[in-house]
């Protein structure tokens, strides 16, 4: 049977990542470029191939200067997502899989939910993931929110004047609340992955530089071995 222009897609994903993890054992970052260029036109197909992906419409082409551990997350967010495409399940359980991958916690940040022409509306962030937030709005929902449409939210973190700003897409709306997808992750400080272990120290929206250096290598490696 003729591969499908799905699967192709997810075939040259998986061999994109192998390149990448062989430049960067070699050390070869004169590749990054090229590497980009293929990421970018590559984005275009999957996008073509999965309209309906909430996370893989939210992932942005690569800029010339992109760097290596940049791409290798770009990629695992698109594996992911297109893996969870690719199962043979419903599709609305799929998009569920796909908007809930990533570890919750609950929270209790204010929050600015800011759409369409400078409206800003009071809320509350009640839970969180990497890429993902759920918000209660102080008041009733705007007349005309929808899924789909896009939206920044401004987190300010109790206890502290820490905060955070994050370009959003409405993906859900109930009477529980509005869910966000997120395609910049939320500080790993705050929101952990899954086995990533929190400097019990460390408040506000994210370590020092200094402090997360001596790991740099091990999880690139670990991203690109994915």
Not at 26 to 38: F, I, R, S
Not at 49 to 67: C, H, K, Y
């Amino acid at each position: 049977m003729p591969e499908s222009r799905k699967a192709a897609v997810v075939r040259t994903l998986h061999a994109l990542q192998e390149r990448l993890t062989a430049a960067h054992l070699a050390g070869t970052t004169a590749a990054d470029g090229a590497l980009a260029l293929d990421f970018n036109s590559l984005l275009v197909q999957a996008k073509e191939q999965f309209p309906r992906s909430d996370t893989l419409r939210l992932i942005e082409p690569l800029g010339a200067g992109a760097t290596a551990p940049v791409l290798a997350v770009r990629l695992v967010m698109m594996r992911r997502t297109l893996d969870a495409e690719m199962e043979d399940r419903p599709l609305d359980e799929r998009r569920g899989d796909e908007r809930r991958r990533w570890q919750r916690r609950d929270v209790a940040w204010s929050a600015r939910f800011l759409i369409g022409e400078g409206t800003a509306l009071a809320a509350r962030a009640v839970d969180a993931s990497r890429h993902g937030l759920r918000l209660v709005l102080d008041g009733a929902a705007p007349a005309g929110l929808e899924h789909g449409q896009k939206c920044c939210v401004e987190v300010h973190l109790a206890g502290s004047s820490a905060r955070f700003v994050r370009d959003a897409e409405v993906c859900h709306i109930d009477e529980h609340g509005i869910g966000l997808v997120i395609a910049e992750a939320l500080p790993a400080s705050l929101v952990p992955a899954p086995g990533d272990v929190l400097n019990p120290g460390v408040k506000g929206a994210g370590a020092p530089e200094s402090a997360a250096r001596p790991a740099l290598r091990s999880r690139l490696l670990a991203l690109l071995r994915w």
